[in-house]
């Protein structure tokens, strides 16, 4: 049967969520952890790809398991998992899902944040991007919302990658000053490219920063060239805060 596992983590030691052969992933350690209690390879399909350093509130992804190891375990799973695991991932629930739901492919929406803060703080420096450069937040929302809508964001993706299309459907991109020199970027697609938030957060610093008027802005979009946006925003002022499933795909 195809279970979901919806979980959060702390992508600072990680090099990045999917496993890959140079480096410790979220997936790597998560798999590890479902073998010691199942005692067998358990793959898991994630939502999406982090980089490394970015962190995640809300993640999800799929895995089969035979009914008889799942009764086994029960409502222990998660909390021996959470046993296992280190501080850094943590499991919130287990859902047995239709036998065509996927993790990645069947996600309506995701959310991204990305926080910023303009003074050192040792609580928010492993969390956020400082930057010592005002900003102009009302300029930056005012070029954000040349983001909204259904269009191609080649400029903000990174170069050869094997995607099929380039187009997404943004309905939010959105700059909120939160106080004490605090402000964070919510953004919402159906899919993200990949570095797409890094890009485009980097791109809206130089609007912020008086470097970019918010119809360059516009233009970057238009040109569909990844010379004519910005540099990537750094890994660690980014979290993945949402996934939207359909309701139906919960059995």
Known sequence: MRFFIRFAYDGTAFHGSQRQPNGVTV??????ALAMIFREEVPLTFAGRTDAGV??????????????????EGERLIFRLNGILPDSIAIFNIYPVTDDAHARFTAKRRTYE???IDHKDPFLLPY??????PLDYAAMNEAAQYLIGR?????????HTDVKTTI??????EWKELG???AVFTISADRFLRNMVRA????????????????????????QNRCSAGDSAPAQGLYLTHIEYPEEIFV
Do not use: P, W
């Open 128 to 133: 956020a991007t400082r930057l010592r450069t």
């Open 200 to 223: 485009v957060v980097g791109t809206l610093f130089l609007v912020g920063q008086g470097k970019m008027t918010k119809e360059q802005f516009a233009e970057v979009i238009t040109k």
């Open 27 to 32: 997936q790597e350690t998560m798999e590890q």
């Open 55 to 72: 962190h995640a509130r809300e993640m999800y992804a799929h895995m089969e398991i035979c009914d008889e190891m799942m009764r086994r």
């Open 114 to 116: 990305y926080h910023v």
């Open 180 to 182: 004490n020199g605090h």
């Open 151 to 159: 269009q191609d964001f080649a400029s903000f993706c990174r170069t």
């Open 168 to 173: 997404c459907d943004l309905t939010q991109a």
